[in-house]
């Protein structure tokens, strides 16, 4: 699985990590995807209602409106995205504990890294993350 990622789009969950400190900021991810390639358009930025500076929960209402406005905009929710702020940019046994959707994609950030991840069969599997100009 490839993810691509505009610049812009990863600049601004870095600016969202950094801001949520000493929390995790967390979001939407909404684009389109063809097979093994997903390309991410929008961010759908969340509320994180987990009480634990260490782990997220996307308020519910969040994300009934992010699945509106991505079929709004002729795009689907293709995956999440969230920050490790003392942690590795890899999924946590919270995140795989709270991981459900097959196919879905995680983003994960920290203050010096980012990457991609696809939840599939039970595990987490890397995924390239590919970012561009546009």
């Known amino acids: 699985m490839r993810l691509h990622l505009p610049e812009g789009l990863k600049a601004?969950?870095?600016?969202?990590?950094?801001?949520?400190?000493?929390?995790?900021?967390?979001?939407?991810?909404?684009?389109?995807?063809?097979?093994?390639?997903?390309?991410?358009?929008?961010?759908?930025p969340a509320r994180n209602l987990a009480t634990r500076a260490d782990r997220f929960e996307i308020a519910p209402e969040d994300h009934f409106a992010a699945v509106k406005r991505a079929r709004a905009e002729g795009l689907i929710v293709i995956g999440c995205y969230h920050s490790h702020p003392h942690g590795a940019a890899a999924p946590s046994a919270a995140d795989l504990a709270g991981a459900s959707e097959e196919g879905f994609l995680w983003l994960i950030a920290t203050p010096d890294a980012m990457a991609a991840f696809i939840y599939s069969r039970g595990r987490f599997e890397g995924a390239d993350l590919v970012t561009s100009s546009s």
């Open 12 to 44: 601004r969950i870095a600016f969202e990590a950094r801001a949520a400190l000493p929390g995790e900021c967390c979001g939407l991810l909404l684009g389109r995807r063809d097979g093994e390639e997903a390309v991410a358009a929008a961010l759908h």
